[in-house]
């Protein structure tokens, strides 16, 4: 038979004694969330007050962070037991001692008297309730104890604050930084200043991130906050603790300009800065989730011209551009409401950021033009040069010397035949025609394998038929090599990751032989080829009346240009057009005065050159505005 549950006695704030080990109540009125000491324990610091106007600071150690005390909010209410009172700086210190616990509980009244702990079993007696309701109403009246949450319609420039939000989407910035999107279901006084980063980025629902767009700020979180950022998931209710609204800054003071503010949480602890996740069950988290479910987004939502000039102008004509940008051969696809910043201001500015820019184009690379077009991994991120017509020829004369087997039988998911070409040295050439629900199908529409082929008979086989899969034989069988294209599209020379490809057999095809069509992206996957996506990546220089700085063009430059890179190497119209545009952009005969203005978007970005930390800048949303040339 079990006895009577253990009486504890609990120690007035004003009473500790040091050396002895005391259990006290008392309300929270500075706290760090736990980080990882110098050692391998997580420390929490919890400074509290009782009704005997003394204050105790405490500092606890474990190895296991869910053994630390709970708190989200200055004015929690924190029972702790077993703690060791000693003197440190002349002042009484709590440390955790054998058999430590800790219950913590909303400071709000009538709220539920629920601890939160990690305990497996506690005692909590009517006298326990009695102390957490006294402190809940003594806490009121205290001038001093006020928790620094603020919601975002009441930040000002230059403020420190705590924020209790949804996450709607986050990103990795860089190494060193981490995007997050919240929101508290207020908006700003202030525009708050959008940090650009890749859509494919971005994670997120896009519809709540659109619909939310005049809600949400972008909070930059940095440092030993940057794990948690990324754990976080999409839809949580977070706590941002000391919060920093700092006044974003501008080049040129101009009144007529709204104000931004950017928001960041600094990397460290000081001030009680962190990041945590209350429970779903917290007071103050099932009235903010009740204050966003119950906002009507469509009547409160008044669309401000930011986002008005986005979703109106994503497709401008040129008709309409014309007119207002006359001066200008290029045009920003968005962002047209930002002030122009001169370049000598950005190249002081930290990154990332993004500007709205006018220069002109002093010089670029390279030289020549094919040179910019580039094979990119998205998954590796390698970057290597798309083969030009000479390596082509290399290339599958290296394919010719692995002689075609022209005694292979045919299966039942293709057909072969031999082409014995003529005043070509004789080459023999086998072609395999992978049938289409178990027919051969019209040039147009086929599918076809080739071994053997030199790069002037792939050209001319790729004018007849819809697609072509380069391969050579090895042991009675075919596969591909991605030392040559992978595969062969009209003017669509397509290219697969060696790194990263996982090469499955071409009996792998027989899969898409029921379904119409052949879709490049569905062969890929098929086969277990990573394609290589083609990028024109050229090096500005741009320069206007203040300075000038390098940045490149290539993860946007199809949209800049207009013209598709995977086209351009086996279309001579394309160059010619590629060509024009430069002739414009930067006329070789001409002087700098006589240059014409762009209107950029370019954004900055931290990077590593072997092993140099660096800042880059690379255009974006930006397109070429030159009717004649489209």
Same mark, same amino acid.
């Given at each position: 038979? +079990?006895?009577?549950?253990?009486?504890?006695?609990?120690?007035?704030?004003?009473?500790?004694?040091?050396?002895?080990?005391?259990?006290?109540?008392?309300?929270?009125?500075?706290?760090?969330?736990?980080?990882?000491?110098?050692?391998?324990?997580?420390?929490?610091?919890?400074?509290?007050?009782?009704?005997?106007?003394?204050?105790?600071?405490?500092?606890?150690?474990?190895?296991?962070?869910?053994?630390?005390?709970?708190?989200?909010?200055?004015?929690?209410?924190?029972?702790?037991?077993?703690?060791?009172?000693?003197?440190?700086?002349?002042?009484?210190?709590?440390?955790?001692?054998?058999?430590?616990?800790?219950?913590?509980?909303?400071?709000?009244?009538?709220?539920?008297?629920?601890?939160?702990?990690?305990?497996?079993?506690?005692?909590?007696?009517?006298?326990?309730?009695?102390?957490?309701?006294?402190?809940?109403?003594?806490?009121?009246?205290?001038?001093?104890?006020?928790?620094?949450?603020?919601?975002?319609?009441?930040?000002?420039?230059?403020?420190?604050?705590?924020?209790?939000?949804?996450?709607?989407?986050?990103?990795?910035?860089?190494?060193?930084?981490?995007?997050?999107?919240?929101?508290?279901?207020? @908006?700003?006084?202030?525009?708050?200043?959008?940090?650009?980063?890749?859509?494919?980025?971005?994670?997120?629902?896009?519809?709540?991130?659109?619909?939310?767009?005049?809600?949400?700020?972008?909070?930059?979180?940095?440092?030993?906050?940057?794990?948690?950022?990324?754990?976080?998931?999409?839809?949580?209710?977070?706590?941002?603790?000391?919060?920093?609204? @700092?006044?974003?800054?501008?080049?040129?003071?101009?009144?007529?300009?709204?104000?931004?503010?950017?928001?960041?949480?600094?990397?460290?602890?000081?001030?009680?800065?962190?990041?945590?996740? *209350?429970?779903?069950?917290?007071?103050?988290?099932?009235?903010?989730?009740?204050?966003?479910?119950?906002?009507?987004?469509?009547?409160?939502?008044?669309?401000?011209?930011?986002?008005?000039?986005? !979703?109106?102008?994503?497709?401008?004509?040129?008709?309409?551009?014309?007119?207002?940008?006359? !001066?200008?051969?290029?045009?920003?696809?968005?962002?047209?409401?930002?002030?122009?910043?001169?370049?000598? +201001?950005?190249?002081?500015?930290?990154?990332?950021?993004?500007?709205?820019?006018?220069?002109?184009?002093?010089?670029?690379?390279?030289? *020549?033009?094919?040179?910019?077009?580039?094979?990119?991994?998205?998954?590796?991120?390698?970057?290597?040069?798309?083969?030009?017509?000479?390596?082509?020829?290399?290339?599958?004369?290296?394919?010719?010397?692995?002689?075609?087997?022209?005694?292979?039988?045919?299966?039942?998911?293709?057909?072969?035949?031999?082409?014995?070409?003529?005043?070509?040295?004789?080459?023999?050439?086998?072609?395999?025609?992978?049938?289409?629900?178990?027919?051969?199908?019209?040039?147009?529409?086929?599918?076809?394998?080739?071994?053997?082929?030199?790069?002037?008979?792939?050209?001319?086989?790729?004018?007849?038929?819809?697609?072509?899969?380069?391969?050579?034989?090895?042991?009675?069988? !075919?596969?591909?090599?991605?030392?040559?294209?992978?595969?062969?599209?009209?003017?669509?020379?397509?290219?697969?990751?060696?790194?990263?490809?996982?090469?499955?057999?071409?009996?792998?095809?027989?899969?898409?032989?029921?379904?119409?069509?052949?879709?490049?992206?569905?062969?890929?996957?098929?086969?277990?080829?990573?394609?290589?996506?083609?990028?024109?990546?050229?090096?500005?220089? !741009?320069?206007?009346?203040?300075?000038?700085?390098?940045?490149?063009?290539?993860?946007?430059?199809?949209?800049?240009?207009?013209?598709?890179?995977?086209?351009?190497?086996?279309?001579?119209?394309?160059?010619?057009?590629?060509?024009?545009?430069?002739?414009?952009?930067? *006329?070789?005969?001409?002087?700098?005065?006589?240059?014409?203005?762009?209107?950029?978007?370019?954004?900055?970005?931290?990077?590593?050159?072997?092993?140099?930390?660096?800042?880059?800048?690379?255009?974006?949303?930006?397109?070429?505005?030159?009717?004649?040339?489209?």
């Amino acid at each position: 038979m +079990s006895g009577p549950p253990q009486k504890y006695v609990y120690t007035p704030l004003d009473q500790l004694k040091e050396g002895t080990i005391a259990n006290v109540f008392g309300v929270v009125s500075f706290f760090k969330l736990p980080y990882r000491s110098k050692g391998t324990d997580f420390c929490s610091v919890v400074n509290i007050v009782d009704q005997s106007n003394a204050k105790l600071k405490c500092m606890f150690f474990s190895g296991n962070q869910d053994a630390l005390p709970k708190i989200y909010k200055i004015g929690d209410i924190v029972r702790f037991h077993r703690i060791k009172i000693q003197k440190y700086n002349n002042e009484f210190q709590g440390i955790s001692s054998s058999g430590f616990s800790a219950l913590v509980f909303e400071g709000i009244i009538d709220a539920p008297l629920v601890p939160r702990t990690s305990s497996k079993s506690y005692n909590f007696t009517t006298e326990d309730q009695k102390a957490v309701e006294t402190l809940r109403s003594w806490q009121l009246r205290l001038p001093n104890i006020s928790s620094s949450r603020q919601h975002l319609s009441n930040v000002q420039p230059g403020q420190y604050f705590d924020l209790l939000c949804q996450l709607v989407g986050k990103a990795e910035i860089d190494k060193a930084s981490y995007l997050l999107k919240v929101w508290d279901g207020t @908006k700003c006084a202030f525009l708050p200043w959008k940090v650009y980063v890749e859509d494919d980025a971005l994670e997120g629902d896009r519809d709540a991130i659109n619909r939310l767009q005049g809600f949400t700020i972008d909070v930059l979180v940095y440092d030993n906050h940057l794990a948690l950022a990324k754990s976080l998931k999409i839809g949580s209710y977070i706590v941002i603790q000391n919060v920093h609204a @700092k006044l974003h800054s501008t080049p040129i003071e101009n009144p007529g300009h709204d104000t931004y503010v950017e928001f960041h949480l600094h990397g460290g602890t000081c001030y009680g800065r962190g990041m945590s996740v *209350p429970p779903e069950d917290n007071s103050d988290v099932k009235e903010l989730k009740n204050v966003l479910d119950a906002l009507d987004l469509q009547q409160n939502q008044t669309l401000n011209p930011v986002l008005d000039i986005q !979703l109106g102008q994503m497709s401008p004509s040129f008709d309409a551009l014309e007119g207002c940008q006359q !001066l200008s051969v290029t045009v920003v696809s968005s962002h047209q409401q930002w002030q122009i910043t001169p370049l000598a +201001s950005i190249i002081t500015k930290n990154a990332p950021q993004k500007f709205h820019v006018r220069v002109k184009l002093r010089s670029f690379q390279p030289h *020549p033009l094919y040179q910019s077009v580039k094979l990119y991994c998205s998954k590796c991120h390698s970057l290597l040069d798309s083969p030009d017509e000479q390596s082509l020829n290399k290339i599958f004369e290296d394919f010719y010397n692995c002689s075609p087997n022209t005694s292979a039988p045919n299966t039942f998911w293709y057909q072969s035949a031999i082409w014995n070409t003529v005043n070509l040295d004789n080459r023999t050439v086998a072609i395999h025609f992978v049938k289409k629900y178990d027919i051969l199908q019209s040039p147009e529409d086929s599918l076809i394998m080739v071994e053997g082929g030199s790069f002037k008979q792939i050209c001319k086989l790729s004018s007849q038929f819809n697609t072509i899969i380069p391969v050579k034989s090895k042991e009675e069988h !075919l596969e591909i090599d991605l030392s040559a294209p992978f595969l062969i599209q009209g003017n669509k020379w397509l290219y697969g990751c060696k790194k990263c490809s996982n090469i499955k057999s071409l009996e792998e095809l027989k899969s898409l032989s029921l379904k119409g069509g052949w879709d490049v992206t569905e062969i890929a996957e098929a086969l277990g080829v990573e394609l290589l996506r083609h990028l024109f990546v050229m090096n500005f220089t !741009l320069e206007d009346e203040t300075g000038s700085l390098n940045a490149y063009l290539w993860q946007h430059s199809e949209q800049f240009f207009r013209i598709p890179p995977s086209d351009i190497l086996m279309d001579s119209n394309l160059q010619e057009r590629l060509h024009e545009i430069m002739n414009v952009l930067c *006329p070789p005969e001409k002087q700098m005065s006589d240059f014409p203005w762009m209107d950029c978007c370019i954004r900055s970005y931290n990077a590593n050159n072997e092993g140099k930390e660096q800042i880059c800048y690379e255009i974006f949303d930006t397109f070429i505005s030159m009717p004649h040339l489209n």
